[in-house]
């Protein structure tokens, strides 16, 4: 089986590549940057999925996480079109079983920078469009939405003792996901799920859930 994943080289793609070389698949990794892994089930090609795309024949799953988080117009450009781009490329063939897409939180609650969270709106909305067009293939195509993850795009909270209190404070169970437990869902998702499709599932540590009941106790 092979696997194409977007955003090889850092973060969450980076340990989505070795989640699926653990399980002997065959990776292939795109980046704008070098890559991280030598592995000999391990190809790497250095492009931006703005662009121009390597032929890559076979491809059974494609993950896409390359994304920036960026105030400007590049951030709808990489997150929503790059997505849209490498899984046009890859994913609408005969031999694919299923897309996972790595979407946001800040595609359900709007949080974050404005082209950002529309950014992800529009890859959990595309993510259901691939379903219905994969699904003459018997694939499945479904995106994930992780609230914090612990990974080098978010060195600037994370440095910042202040900050990062407060960024943990807003989780239900005090604290962010390692970028292997997102691995760990997107390989559940792509691999043992057959039967669930169009679905997007949020990883947030309960960070949406998290509410404080407001009531007058003295009538209790
Ligand atoms: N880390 C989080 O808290 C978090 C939370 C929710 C969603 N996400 C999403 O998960 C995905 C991965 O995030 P991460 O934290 O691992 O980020 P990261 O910065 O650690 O890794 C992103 C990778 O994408 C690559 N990349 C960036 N632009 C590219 C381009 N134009 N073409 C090809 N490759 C490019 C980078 O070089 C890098 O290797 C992103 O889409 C991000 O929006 C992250």
């Given at each position: 089986m092979k696997v194409l994943v977007s955003?090889?080289?850092?973060g969450i793609g980076l340990a989505v590549c070795k989640k699926f070389l653990q399980q002997n698949f065959e990776v292939v990794g795109l980046d704008v940057q070098s890559a991280s892994i030598n592995h000999m089930n391990y190809t790497h090609f250095v492009c931006d999925v703005r662009g121009a795309l390597p032929d890559v024949d076979g491809v059974n799953v494609v993950i896409t996480s390359a994304g920036v988080q960026l105030p400007d117009e590049d951030t709808i450009d990489v997150n929503l079109k790059g997505t849209i781009n490498v899984v046009e490329k890859y994913a609408l063939q005969p031999n694919i079983k299923s897309v996972v897409t790595i979407a946001s939180s800040s595609a359900r609650n709007?949080?974050?920078?404005p082209m950002y969270s529309a950014s992800k709106g529009g890859v959990v909305a595309y993510t259901k469009n691939v379903a219905l067009r994969l699904a003459k293939y018997g694939a499945t195509a479904n995106s994930v939405s992780p609230g914090g993850v612990k990974t080098a795009s978010n060195a600037p909270v994370m440095n910042d003792q202040k900050l990062w209190q407060a960024v943990l404070d807003e989780s239900l169970l005090g604290k962010w996901a390692e970028p292997e437990e997102i691995a760990d869902f997107v390989y559940f998702l792509s691999v043992v799920n057959k039967s669930m499709t169009g679905e997007d599932i949020l990883i947030d540590n309960g960070e949406m859930l998290k509410s404080n009941f407001i009531w007058d106790t003295s009538r209790l």
């Open positions: 955003g090889a080289s850092e709007g949080a974050e920078f």
